[in-house]
Nanobody
Framework: QVQLVESGGGLVQPGGSLRLSCAASGFTLDYYAIGWFRQAPGKEREGVSCISSSDTSTYYADSVKGRFTTSRDNAKNTVYLQMNSLKPEDTAVYYC?????????????????????WGQGTQVTVSS
């Protein structure tokens, strides 16, 4: 059974950092693309970043480029989202996602329809 569990969210001041984790079970994570998405109150879910399955290429939304970094630890079957220089507008529930039926093509892994398996989400609040 495919399962993704996010952790690492919390309350942080503007300019601070958090590292989110996405722990996978039921499949080998390094064979598949992993996407990070977020949903703020009253807004649609949006793609934040993703990491490909093969060459570990990474893609980022313009709003987080230069501040967020995605990486994977295959030994731990875990993907991370390092978030630096956090802003109040980064406040949202963050989700990781994957799809075992296909591999998204390039930056299409930032698109929600590319994924069918989702974690439960972790809340990130950026506030002073």
């Amino acid at each position: 059974q495919v399962q993704l569990v996010e952790s690492g969210g919390g309350l942080v001041q503007p300019g601070g950092s958090l590292r989110l984790s996405c722990a996978a079970s039921g499949f080998t994570l390094d064979y598949y693309a992993i996407g990070w998405f977020r949903q703020a109150p009253g807004k649609e879910r949006e793609g934040v970043s993703c990491i490909s399955s093969s060459d570990t290429s990474t893609y980022y939304a313009d709003s987080v480029k230069g501040r967020f970094t995605t990486s994977r630890d295959n030994a731990k079957n875990t993907v991370y989202l390092q978030m630096n220089s956090l802003k109040p507008e980064d406040t949202a529930v963050y989700y990781c996602a994957t799809d075992l039926s296909h591999l998204p093509d390039g930056s299409s892994c930032l698109r929600e329809p590319e994924f069918s398996s989702w974690g439960q989400g972790t809340q990130v609040t950026v506030s002073s």
